[in-house]
């Protein structure tokens, strides 16, 4: 059975971090490419991060881009989504997703709120 599993959401002010992970069983973990995406109330999903399967390249949204890091452990079967300097609008439930050749399983999403 395919589980996506996000966990590390919950509520931070301005300016603070918070490390979401995405643990994932059930597949082939490394031989798939891992997405972070997010759903803030009201807007459309939006892509946040990319990662290839070993890990060694990634892509970020503008929005994101030098205050969020995607990282992957193929040892442990987990991704991870390291957020800095979390803004306002970074306010949104985050989900988690692995994709190879047209194969696309999604986690059930975790939130994350930011708020002083």
């Known amino acids: 059975q395919v589980q996506l599993v996000e966990s590390g959401g919950g509520l931070v002010q301005p300016g603070g971090s918070l490390r979401l992970s995405c643990a994932a069983s059930?597949?082939?973990?490394?031989?798939?490419?891992m997405n972070w995406y997010r759903r803030a109330p009201g807007k459309e999903r939006e892509l946040v991060a990319t990662?290839?399967?070993?890990?060694?390249?990634?892509i970020y949204a503008d929005s994101v881009k030098g205050r969020f890091t995607i990282s992957r452990d193929n040892a442990k079967n987990t991704a991870y989504l390291q957020m800095n300097n979390l803004k306002s609008e970074d306010t949104a439930v985050y989900y988690c997703?692995?994709?190879?050749?047209?194969?696309?399983?999604w986690g059930q999403g975790t939130q994350v709120t930011v708020s002083s």
């Open positions: 990662i290839t399967s070993g890990g060694g390249s990634t």
């Open positions: 997703r692995a994709a190879r050749y047209g194969l696309i399983y």
């Open positions: 059930g597949f082939i973990f490394s031989s798939y490419a």
